[in-house]
């Protein structure tokens, strides 16, 4: 997944212990219903998070290099 999402420009992902449940409840929905909404939109939730920590960081490396 970490691969097509980056083929098509997107950060990388992850899935933390505690959300695992939803992630297979998410691919669950869309193999048996054809539903792919419940899967989309918990990538795009994880998404936002990933995006937000690298905007801290690139914040973060602004921040030290106007201190130099």
């Known amino acids: 997944m970490n691969y097509q999402l ?7 992902i ?3 212990k505690e959300n ?3 992630y297979f409840n998410a691919l669950e929905a869309y193999a048996v219903e054809g539903d792919i ?3 989309a939109e918990m990538i795009a939730e994880l998404e936002e998070v ?3 920590r690298y905007l801290a960081m690139t914040r973060q490396a602004q921040g030290m290099n106007q201190q130099l």
Do not use: E, K, Y
């Not at 980056?6 to 990388?12: D, E, S, T």
């Open 20 to 22: 695992r449940l939803d």
């Open 37 to 39: 909404s419940p899967f």
């Open 6 to 12: 980056m083929a098509n420009g997107f950060a990388p």
């Open 50 to 52: 990933q995006l937000d």
């Open 14 to 16: 992850s899935i933390a």
